[in-house]
């Protein structure tokens, strides 16, 4: 599971595309690997992308700024910091969907949550900081919406590795 | 990449550790050198900072220190969560050749729920158009062949919260 965080509205689906320089595109796609872990890493990765170190840096706060980024930083691995995690589903009928999100959102608990087009219409990811944190926090949103919360912790996990090439 | 049962063993986090997450859970210092501007925060120097960064990525902890794009600014606006009735005895197997293939991002093994939800592998799928997730997901169809039963393909219409995992800090736990 990676970690984003996201700070301001970002386009929703049907945004329109911005042109990238080639030098943003090259950034994009180096930076989704992972900064070096070096003494100087943005210095490297600069000069392995052939332009300045604050160029570099430059580049990352504008796109962190304008949305292109929702984060730059370290990835955390919830299950080995020892914590709760996993993705839960709620059927929820049309005319309540708003009240539900709300409540479900208001969770701090739920880091992720979309609307998906299906029976079971509200997918979320939870993270805890205990593993016992998980069932807890759904019977609490159970309690609250008065909606059954189908958890779905991954029982075997095959590949992440999420990679945008632009 | 190595397929993983996540049934590990969690690590359990020094203080040390603990502090250099929840300085970085909103992102890295952007300045040439990252690891001195946190050292100066918690009291640590620049090399402690940059070995306990090394160590959790080594302890997976941390997968990688990263960019994450906005994919629907990057053009990728259709994210299908492609989802399969494999049969238990075959997903071990056809999970990890799916979860090889190069446009597939996220592949896991989940349990199902009778009688709403009978899909057990969930391998998620990013696309420019919803032509090119239906045909990705064609190709993962191909790998499963006759061990699977069904499968259906859930798009995002909304992102409803995003905010990302979080610790809380020690003194709010209750």
């Known amino acids: 599971m990676s970690v984003t965080a996201e700070r301001r509205k970002k386009p929703e689906p049907g945004a329109t595309v911005p042109a990238f320089s080639d030098t943003e595109k090259a950034i994009i796609n180096r930076l989704q690997h992972g900064l070096p872990l070096t003494a100087t890493p943005y210095r490297d990765v600069a000069s392995e992308l052939g332009i300045g170190e604050q160029e570099l840096l430059d580049h990352l706060k504008a796109m962190l700024a304008d949305g292109t980024l929702t984060r730059f930083g370290p990835m955390f691995h919830a299950g080995e910091m020892g914590g709760g995690l996993t993705l839960a589903a709620m059927r929820i009928p049309p005319e309540h969907f708003d009240t539900v999100t709300e409540q479900v959102n208001s969770f701090e608990e739920v880091a992720h949550n979309y609307r998906r087009e299906h029976e079971l219409n509200m997918w979320f990811v939870l993270a805890t900081e205990t593993p016992e944190g998980i069932s807890e926090t759904i019977e609490r949103i159970e309690q609250l919406t008065g909606y059954p919360v189908y958890n779905m912790p991954k029982e075997q996990e095959f590949h992440v590795h999420l990679h945008f090439e632009v | ?174």
């Open chain 2, 1 to 174: 990449m190595s397929t993983s049962i996540s049934k590990s063993e969690p690590a359990t986090l020094s203080e040390q550790d603990r502090a250099l997450i929840l300085a970085t859970q909103n992102g890295l210092p952007l300045v040439p050198d990252p690891w001195g501007e946190l050292g100066e925060q918690l009291n640590m120097s620049a090399d402690q900072v940059l070995e306990r960064f090394q160590a959790m990525q080594e302890s997976g902890v941390i997968r990688r220190v990263a960019a994450v794009p906005n994919h629907y600014r990057l053009g990728y606006q259709f994210n299908g969560m492609t989802v399969w009735d494999v049969a238990d005895d075959a997903i071990a197997e056809l999970g990890e050749r799916v979860g090889e293939l190069p446009f597939v991002s996220h592949c896991y093994r989940r349990p199902r729920h009778l009688p709403y939800w009978s899909y057990n592998l969930f391998a998620m799928v990013h696309g420019t158009s919803r032509d090119e997730v239906e045909n990705k997901a064609g190709k993962i169809a191909d790998v499963l062949g006759e061990a699977c039963s069904g499968h259906t393909i859930l798009y995002s219409s909304a992102i409803l919260k995003k905010t990302g995992l979080r610790l809380r800090k020690q003194t709010d736990k209750n």
